[in-house]
């Protein structure tokens, strides 16, 4: 790599010294708002289906389909075998009609060669999106990869004998090392099989939450770190030997490609290489390498490559990272003097750890919802000693290849450091409030924050630069600058009522946000989707910044309305989430099932207080009262849904009628104490037993909201239900067809919103 790359190379670097004007950087940016505005114009639809329109119906007209493509990867599962394939076409009469990528779902574990083409038959469904606020966007993570459909159901009908030696080589030389990881590492495999492989689904999920609560999740990404740990570790290894720059550039380079595609050619790793190969060409070429240039550089490869990278969440935290400590840090770290102390030095740790902090955070509020206090510190450890880790883990897979035994010793020094982390994570994790959720800024918050922050890093930069005295000041000016954009991040206007109706399938979970900052919880479960705390209701409380649950109410103690709340209570007696719940307030009941009072000893260890509610008492939350109109007193609990809580929401002339999964008997009970209503959550997710119309007659809804699943098997949403709400004069919303559906109320008015974009 002479100079004939040399043409090139002096785009970004120049012989002796930085480049002070740095075309690429601008042409970067300008290539980024161009991707956005175009994207948010519908020109191209970066963030949507690239696929032609009339592809996109035949496939919804078609989901049964037989396609063909060639096999890229594979992976096993719990039930099934998944298969990535490229080049793929969809198989229609004589045509072949290009879909890109796709990910199928094989019913047989038949594994095939990489590089095999096949003919597949099954049914294509469109990659979901996120149906939630804070939810994580499969849509979007594999429009990255180019997937925009996957395949239920694959049967594989021909495959061909030819297949590419080398990538199926690649395969079977990271499930070797995978093996080798699980035999030397014991019940750290799946944490070194993430550090090293990218492979995360041994990686045990309690121990990735505390990682990502302690700030210290980067780790276990494919990285910078690793490139420099691997790629600048080789390259001076084999000078050393003897090799010129020109000939172990090569040879690194080499082996990092390799080491990129092994591990799935990830944004940060591929990012990592790009920029590596950039360093080792300015070396080659005896050049000055220029960080941001190279930045620039990577980013427009990978943009061009894939443009939904562009919203792509590892790709801003990757390069944010590098900024924060190619640009930020040195500005924070100023003139040092040369000699080097240990305090110096942990001074100069904790300002790069807080000058990473600081770059990427509206990007961390934006993605998660929250961050890590403790990060700042746990990193002044974490990062030194991580090198450690990789070192030990690359030396027992090389020498376990052929020598298991050896492998267990070489493995030891990461596994002690690896111990300590954990240990020091469960410690920060107990600490209250160690992560900071601040809810999910919008872009302008975001724009106006770096605004800020980059205008008072220039002034201390331009003044450090000319060796300018009274630093002090321009110190304290970045401070207020930092203070300001914080405070811009954390606006958030209020002084209206809020309830979302969140999407988790069959079941129910309603937020209510009150003017005065409160919130409620209404229910929580599902008996279709597990997990829900974790993927839906806890990413919602920190996407919209509420740290704290003042009460959540039960209606009734079937599954589909209390897992996901059981689950909750387990998080945060574990120390696995910072979202605290002061109370929680089930039916009062003479008899009481098993899920009751295990719901109530979870609550207990969770240190929520827990509370009985019935008809007539009332909640006082500033100007919104909750007023409970069910169950009545002496209520025996052996008919849950009959003798469930039902709850009415007024704020001003507003008022809103949650009904939990009541039927006819008890809404004819309740008509003495009703009267219009603005808002109604139908009883029995649409049953065609609840929502009578005497019931209908009196309460005269303007909104219904209907939450069940598309795919259950009850038969809900009733059609004589739907049938009775829209003679009632109800707008009907239902949570399977539009996700997450907000109403906004200011005591007179009300506005709504759906999260997904309905046809």
Avoid at 178 to 185: E, K, P, S
Avoid at 266 to 272: E, G, K
Wanted: hydrophobic share 45%; net charge neutral; glycine share 10%.
């Amino acid at each position: 790599m002479q100079p004939a790359a040399g043409g090139f190379l002096p785009l970004f670097i120049q012989k002796g010294q930085p480049m002070k004007r740095r075309p690429v950087c601008l042409v970067c940016l300008i290539l980024m708002f161009g991707m956005w505005l175009m994207d948010m114009s519908g020109f191209v639809r970066i963030s949507g289906n690239p696929l032609p329109e009339s592809v996109q119906q035949y496939i919804q007209k078609h989901p049964e389909a037989v396609i063909c493509g060639e096999i890229q990867q594979y992976q096993e599962t719990e039930y099934s075998l998944s298969v990535y394939l490229k080049n793929v076409f969809l198989m229609f009469d004589s045509e072949q009609i290009p879909i890109k990528n796709l990910k199928v779902f094989l019913k047989l574990n038949k594994e095939l060669p990489v590089g095999t083409s096949v003919r597949i038959k099954g049914k294509l469904e469109r990659v979901p999106e996120a149906r939630n606020p804070g939810e994580f966007d499969s849509r979007m993570y594999y429009a990255c990869r180019k997937i925009y459909y996957y395949m239920k159901d694959g049967m594989i009908l021909e495959w061909s004998s030819e297949y590419s030696p080398y990538r199926q080589f690649m395969q079977e030389l990271k499930k070797k090392m995978m093996n080798t990881l699980g035999l030397a590492a014991a019940e750290d495999a799946g944490i070194f099989q993430a550090m090293l492989l990218g492979e995360k689904t041994n990686l045990d999920e309690e121990l990735k939450i505390r990682y990502q609560m302690a700030g210290i999740i980067h780790i276990l990404a494919i990285s910078g770190l690793h490139i420099s740990v691997m790629g600048l570790g080789l390259f001076e290894l084999l000078k050393k030997g003897g090799f010129g720059n020109v000939v172990a550039g090569i040879l690194s380079l080499a082996v990092l490609l390799q080491y990129g595609i092994l591990t799935g050619e990830s944004v940060s790793a591929m990012r990592a290489v790009c920029m590596f190969l950039l360093a080792v060409g300015a070396k080659i070429a005896g050049r000055t390498y220029d960080l941001l240039t190279a930045l620039a550089v990577s980013a427009i490869i990978l943009m061009i490559d894939a443009p939904a990278n562009l919203y792509n969440s590892g790709f801003w935290l990757s390069f944010g990272a590098v900024v924060g400590i190619g640009v930020v840090s040195p500005v924070f770290n100023g003139r040092r003097e040369k000699e080097k102390t240990l305090l110096r030095s942990f001074g100069s740790g904790l300002l790069s750890s807080l000058a990473i902090q600081m770059t990427t955070l509206p990007i961390v509020l934006r993605i998660y919802g929250e961050v890590s206090f403790a990060g700042i510190l746990m990193n002044l450890f974490v990062l030194p000693t991580v090198a450690i880790v990789l070192v030990s883990g690359i030396a027992a897979v090389a020498v376990g290849m052929f020598c298991v035994s050896a492998a267990v010793y070489l493995i030891i020094p990461g596994r002690i450091l690896l111990f300590l982390y954990e240990k020091l994570c469960m410690i920060t994790t107990r600490i209250p409030y160690c992560t900071w959720i601040a809810g999910s800024p919008e872009l302008w918050q975001c724009a106006g924050y770096y605004g800020l922050f980059f205008a008072g890093l220039g002034i201390i930069w331009c003044y450090e630069k000319k060796r300018r005295k009274r630093l002090q000041i321009l110190h304290g000016f970045f401070v207020i600058c930092m203070a300001l954009g914080i405070g811009i991040l954390l606006y958030r206007p209020s002084g209206n009522l809020q309830i979302t109706c969140l999407d988790i399938g069959q079941g129910d979970c309603i937020s209510v946000r009150f003017p005065k900052g409160q919130h409620v919880l209404i229910d929580g479960g599902s008996t279709n989707k597990k997990n829900i705390a974790k993927y839906q209701i806890l990413p919602y409380l920190k996407n919209q910044g509420i740290a704290v649950v003042d009460a959540i109410l039960i209606s009734h103690t079937d599954q589909d309305h209390i897992s996901g709340i059981q689950e909750l209570f387990e998080n945060i007696s574990a120390g696995l989430t910072s979202v605290k719940v002061r109370s929680l307030i089930l039916p009062e009941w003479e008899k009481t099932d098993d899920a009751y009072q295990e719901l109530i000893d979870k609550a207990r260890a969770a240190g929520v207080s827990v509370q009985r509610g019935r008809k007539g008492e009332v909640l006082h939350l500033g100007e919104v009262t909750i007023k409970l109109l069910a169950p009545e007193a002496g209520a025996s609990g052996a008919d849950v849904n009959e003798d469930g809580m039902v709850a009415e929401i007024q704020y001003g002339s507003f008022k809103a009628l949650f009904t939990g999964d009541i039927g006819e008997e008890t809404e004819k009970k309740l008509l003495s104490d009703l009267e219009d209503v603005d808002f109604l959550k139908v009883g029995h997710h649409g049953s065609g037993y609840s929502t009578c119309t005497e019931f209908l007659e009196v309460i005269r809804p303007e909104v219904a909201v209907i939450s069940c699943s598309e795919s259950n098997t009850y038969g809900h949403p009733s059609a004589e239900t739907i049938e009775r709400l829209k003679k009632s004069g109800a707008k009907i919303w239902y949570t399977m067809k539009s996700g997450a559906v907000t109403f906004t109320a200011d005591g007179e008015k009300m506005w709504m919103e759906t999260y997904v974009e309905t046809k």
